[in-house]
């Protein structure tokens, strides 16, 4: 009766003190992590790892810390602002508050008939400070394009068309060869294979597309360090880990990154979440295995 159970957290190798219930500090911390302090236009938090519970008894006059432990926790996060930014030719033009606000700049456009809707597009970014944001008006006059008048053209033009072919490149392993890398990996996420490994109708597909809804959580497929965490192209948004063995994977047209480059990510660990940002017709995670460069099936390792 001289001793109670409760429990010691240990954050970061660092012992910070005692808790009664590590369910409540736990959910507190979860809630952080998703909406941070209620600021706007955050999307998530990150903080450097979670914490430790260890159960012991500890005597009756001792007092727990619960609030002390949460404000240290919380007070290594980096917080995550979410907009949307209007590309025009691959180039970054404006930085928007709302999707709504793009919707509202491309209907404009349209009304307008644009000569260029075909080369403005989307993407939903994240980053750690906050950005300036244009007004739609502001976007509509700097992104309309007046149509060129028709241009009557007297002489004969022949057009003439060449098929190319697709031939094997030094980057890519065939889908049955299957190299030893020397680590194990897991599922990133649960879903429906919509795209294998290996040549397609038009093109060499250097990953497995695994369909799933729109901000499924992504888990580290093995322990490494994030050596790319940002938008690339086609990929959208992207998370390159880094592991032993000279191996890489790659996790593609992410909604959101939860990490940044030269963090430290455990098997299992919640990295990013499923979207369909850059090359995407749906919500998939394009996931890819690398060995020194060179792509490999995914399905030799993985599903």
Same mark, same amino acid.
């Given at each position: ?97 709302? +999707? ?25 970014? +994240? ?81 497995l597309d695994i369909a799933a809804p729109n901000g499924t959580p992504i888990r580290a497929a093995a322990d490494g360090t994030v050596t ?35 963090? +430290? ?39």
């Amino acid at each position: 009766m001289f001793y109670k159970p409760t429990y010691e957290v240990i954050y970061n190798g660092e012992f910070l003190g005692y808790i009664n219930n590590k369910g409540k500090l736990q959910a507190k911390i979860n809630e952080y992590i998703a909406n941070g302090n209620g600021d706007a236009n955050v999307a998530f938090v990150q903080i450097q790892s979670m914490p430790k519970y260890e159960m012991c008894l500890l005597k009756r006059e001792v007092e727990t810390n619960d609030e002390e432990i949460y404000d240290k926790i919380i007070g290594t996060g980096v917080s995550y602002y979410k907009y949307y930014t209007m590309i025009l030719n691959g180039e970054e033009k404006y930085n928007l508050a709302t +999707y709504q606000e793009t919707e509202e700049i491309m209907n404009k456009l349209k009304e307008k008939n644009t000569n260029n809707l075909d080369k403005i597009t989307t993407v939903e970014k +994240y980053d750690t400070n906050i950005v300036e944001f244009a007004n739609v008006d502001t976007c509509v006059e700097g992104l309309y394009e007046k149509k060129p008048e028709p241009v009557v053209v007297k002489k004969t033009v022949t057009y003439s068309k060449s098929n190319g072919s697709i031939g094997s490149s030094k980057n890519v392993n065939s889908p049955g060869n299957r190299v030893d890398i020397g680590i194990s990996l897991i599922q990133p996420v649960n879903g429906r294979i919509s795209c294998r490994y290996g040549y397609q109708r038009s093109y060499y597909h250097t990953g497995l597309d695994i369909a799933a809804p729109n901000g499924t959580p992504i888990r580290a497929a093995a322990d490494g360090t994030v050596t790319y965490a940002g938008y690339h192209y086609s990929y959208g948004n992207l998370l390159i880990v880094t592991h032993a063995n000279g191996v890489q994977t790659y996790y593609a047209h992410c909604s959101r990154l939860n990490c940044s480059v030269g963090s +430290y990510v455990s098997q299992g660990q919640t990295i990013a979440a499923v979207g369909s940002t850059g090359n995407s017709t749906g919500p998939h995670l394009h996931l890819e295995v690398r060995i020194n460069g060179t792509a490999q099936n995914p399905q030799n390792y993985v599903y």
